[in-house]
């Protein structure tokens, strides 16, 4: 699960707009949807990306259009977090 948080966090940084960030954020989840994945796993990865991606912004102090695709990825995963 490490290397499928690493590969979607790399896609995230090299998007080209918003609209190709949501694509990825939702092909990552419909593709644990199908592998049979309980819901409460997929909230799980959902809280871990969203930490990933605050540990990475943090760390590579991105800035520019790789710190504006993070913040948005960012809003999208705390929009899909359910407590």
Do not use: C, W
Not at 15 to 27: G, S, W, Y
Not at 59 to 68: I, L, P, T
């Amino acid at each position: 699960m490490l290397y499928f948080r690493q590969v979607l966090l790399n896609h995230i940084k090299v998007a080209a707009n918003e609209k190709e960030i949501e694509t990825v954020i939702d092909e990552s989840i419909r593709r644990l949807k199908t592998k049979n994945m309980n819901g409460h796993l997929i909230q799980r990865f959902i809280l871990a990306m969203g930490q990933a991606i605050s540990q990475a912004k943090m760390q590579d102090a991105a800035s520019g259009v790789q710190g504006k695709n993070m913040d948005f990825a960012l809003a999208v995963f705390r929009r899909l977090h359910k407590p």
